[in-house]
């Protein structure tokens, strides 16, 4: 009970997207690396301030938000949460990207390529929730002849370390292209996998109600979760299997930018295309069958009822198989698709300081398409973006985001760059700052970096 609770408790406790509409591209962020190994660089080198250089925590619900349960509007909360289970989708998911860059750090190699390195440790949490187990939670099987499916219900939760190296390659004045090695440990994976089945209430022959267990097939994967000796579930025991004692994987990210016109530039990037190897700790439980049983209208001997139950039990644990499993297992990484075009304009920046960086214009304006391709769900996102430099020292960008979370998502980045010292803030949600419990997901990051360029 205490693991089923630990696990419980992570997964819903710290419930957006990976979808980082306002780092990707800003120009002069060496964490841009992350999300396009294939961005332009224009430092000499860099390092991030350990713990600090990019913490990112991004959390939503597609469902409802706080405000609709708990606005304080005269409204019963019982009828909002009936109104808010009415409005709910055939799915809802919810999601939590969580990142923090212990070390990082780059360097040019020569006046074409760049590399980059770093460890970072991430959580990742994903769930995709059927209407009809909310309705069956809520308001019980009370409804006749419905049949309550778990098709939908799929989940899948990640703990891990990743220690990383890129590089970032310029073919030409048009063409730069860079990939990224990922090698990661993962502390802790949870990945159901099949769910069909469905449970049913209908009136019986001989009694007032039937119950019925139909097609059940549902598999749950997960490895440093469940343990025989609880005493092992302490901070300090994840941490070191983040540090290359857990599950070990590969992965790769790609990248490139392109500028296919006089001030025209198009991006994109895959990240995370990879896997891990589950083979510590694991255990996963399988669960297969059919059941049924009439009604309450219960025949047994009143002088001694415990066959009757015992004849129950034995015949479920028949009829639905439940089967322990300590077979290894591989889980992918879910996958994130960047793609942007966008258009630089405006007086020119000056040469004598910034002649190489990416671009010399004061203005740029685009669109990015985010995709994030997991096993539970795909999830879409396209995003306006406005970015200018004010100085040579000051930058922002501006972004408008239409996702599953939201149509009018504004968010905005500032950069400041004081000698070597790099500090940058980027939120979204700005629409909700009056009411944050009405926004149904929150994408912060925040970072310090010491950035060195060459003197003119």
């Given at each position: 009970?205490?693991?089923?609770?630990?696990?419980?408790?992570?997964?819903?406790?710290?419930?957006?997207?990976?979808?980082?509409?306002?780092?990707?591209?800003?120009?002069?962020?060496?964490?841009?690396?992350?999300?396009?190994?294939?961005?332009?660089?224009?430092?000499?080198?860099?390092?991030?301030?350990?713990?600090?250089?990019?913490?990112?925590?991004?959390?939503?619900?597609?469902?409802?938000?706080?405000?609709?349960?708990?606005?304080?509007?005269?409204?019963?909360?019982?009828?909002?949460?009936?109104?808010?289970?009415?409005?709910?989708?055939?799915?809802?998911?919810?999601?939590?990207?969580?990142?923090?860059?212990?070390?990082?750090?780059?360097?040019?190699?020569?006046?074409?390529?760049?590399?980059?390195?770093?460890?970072?440790?991430?959580?990742?949490?994903?769930?995709?929730?059927?209407?009809?187990?909310?309705?069956?939670?809520?308001?019980?099987?009370?409804?006749?002849?419905?049949?309550?499916?778990?098709?939908?219900?799929?989940?899948?939760?990640?703990?891990?370390?990743?220690?990383?190296?890129?590089?970032?390659?310029?073919?030409?004045?048009?063409?730069?292209?860079?990939?990224?090695?990922?090698?990661?440990?993962?502390?802790?994976?949870?990945?159901?996998?099949?769910?069909?089945?469905?449970?049913?209430?209908?009136?019986?022959?001989?009694?007032?109600?039937?119950?019925?267990?139909?097609?059940?097939?549902?598999?749950?994967?997960?490895?440093?979760?469940?343990?025989?000796?609880?005493?092992?579930?302490?901070?300090?025991?994840?941490?070191?299997?983040?540090?290359?004692?857990?599950?070990?994987?590969?992965?790769?990210?790609?990248?490139?930018?392109?500028?296919?016109?006089?001030?025209?530039?198009?991006?994109?990037?895959?990240?995370?295309?990879?896997?891990?190897?589950?083979?510590?700790?694991?255990?996963?439980?399988?669960?297969?069958?059919?059941?049924?049983?009439?009604?309450?209208?219960?025949?047994?001997?009143?002088?001694?009822?415990?066959?009757?139950?015992?004849?129950?039990?034995?015949?479920?644990?028949?009829?639905?198989?439940?089967?322990?499993?300590?077979?290894?297992?591989?889980?992918?990484?879910?996958?994130?698709?960047?793609?942007?075009?966008?258009?630089?304009?405006?007086?020119?920046?000056?040469?004598?300081?910034?002649?190489?960086?990416?671009?010399?214009?004061?203005?740029?304006?685009?669109?990015?398409?985010?995709?994030?391709?997991g096993a539970v769900h795909t999830y879409l996102a396209a995003t306006l973006f406005f970015e200018r430099w004010f100085s040579k020292n000051f930058q922002a960008k501006i972004?408008?985001?239409?996702?599953?979370?939201?149509?009018?998502?504004?968010?905005?980045?500032?950069?400041?760059?004081?000698?070597?010292?790099?500090?940058?803030?980027?939120?979204?949600?700005?629409?909700?700052?009056?009411?944050?419990?009405?926004?149904?997901?929150?994408?912060?990051?925040?970072?310090?970096?010491?950035?060195?360029?060459?003197?003119?």
């Amino acid at each position: 009970m205490k693991n089923l609770a630990f696990l419980v408790f992570l997964i819903f406790s710290i419930a957006n997207a990976q979808n980082k509409q306002i780092l990707y591209d800003f120009a002069g962020l060496p964490q841009t690396l992350l999300i396009n190994p294939g961005a332009e660089v224009s430092n000499k080198f860099y390092f991030g301030f350990p713990l600090f250089s990019q913490v990112a925590v991004q959390g939503g619900f597609t469902g409802f938000s706080a405000y609709d349960i708990f606005a304080d509007d005269g409204i019963n909360i019982n009828t909002k949460i009936s109104d808010a289970i009415k409005g709910f989708g055939k799915s809802e998911f919810t999601e939590l990207n969580q990142q923090l860059e212990v070390l990082s750090g780059g360097f040019l190699l020569n006046e074409k390529m760049y590399l980059s390195f770093g460890y970072y440790q991430e959580t990742t949490i994903l769930a995709k929730i059927p209407r009809d187990v909310i309705a069956l939670l809520y308001e019980g099987n009370s409804d006749i002849n419905r049949q309550y499916s778990i098709e939908k219900l799929s989940a899948r939760a990640e703990l891990l370390g990743v220690f990383h190296v890129g590089i970032s390659k310029k073919i030409n004045e048009k063409w730069q292209i860079g990939a990224r090695a990922k090698l990661y440990s993962s502390a802790l994976n949870v990945n159901s996998k099949q769910s069909t089945g469905s449970l049913a209430t209908t009136f019986g022959s001989n009694n007032i109600y039937k119950q019925q267990l139909e097609n059940i097939d549902f598999l749950l994967q997960t490895s440093g979760v469940f343990f025989e000796d609880t005493d092992v579930l302490t901070p300090a025991y994840y941490v070191k299997k983040m540090f290359l004692g857990g599950n070990l994987g590969l992965g790769i990210d790609l990248g490139f930018t392109h500028h296919f016109k006089k001030q025209w530039t198009v991006s994109g990037s895959a990240i995370d295309l990879g896997f891990i190897y589950n083979t510590q700790d694991v255990k996963s439980y399988g669960l297969k069958g059919d059941f049924e049983v009439d009604g309450f209208d219960l025949n047994f001997d009143d002088q001694d009822p415990s066959d009757y139950w015992n004849d129950l039990e034995d015949r479920f644990n028949e009829e639905l198989v439940l089967d322990t499993i300590t077979s290894k297992y591989i889980s992918t990484r879910p996958l994130k698709l960047n793609a942007a075009v966008n258009y630089a304009f405006g007086k020119k920046l000056d040469n004598c300081r910034f002649d190489k960086r990416p671009g010399l214009y004061s203005n740029k304006v685009g669109v990015q398409l985010f995709s994030n391709v997991g096993a539970v769900h795909t999830y879409l996102a396209a995003t306006l973006f406005f970015e200018r430099w004010f100085s040579k020292n000051f930058q922002a960008k501006i972004t408008y985001t239409a996702d599953p979370y939201s149509f009018k998502n504004l968010g905005m980045g500032i950069a400041t760059q004081l000698g070597p010292v790099n500090l940058y803030v980027l939120a979204d949600n700005l629409l909700n700052l009056n009411n944050l419990y009405a926004a149904k997901s929150v994408n912060i990051q925040v970072g310090l970096n010491f950035i060195f360029y060459d003197k003119y």
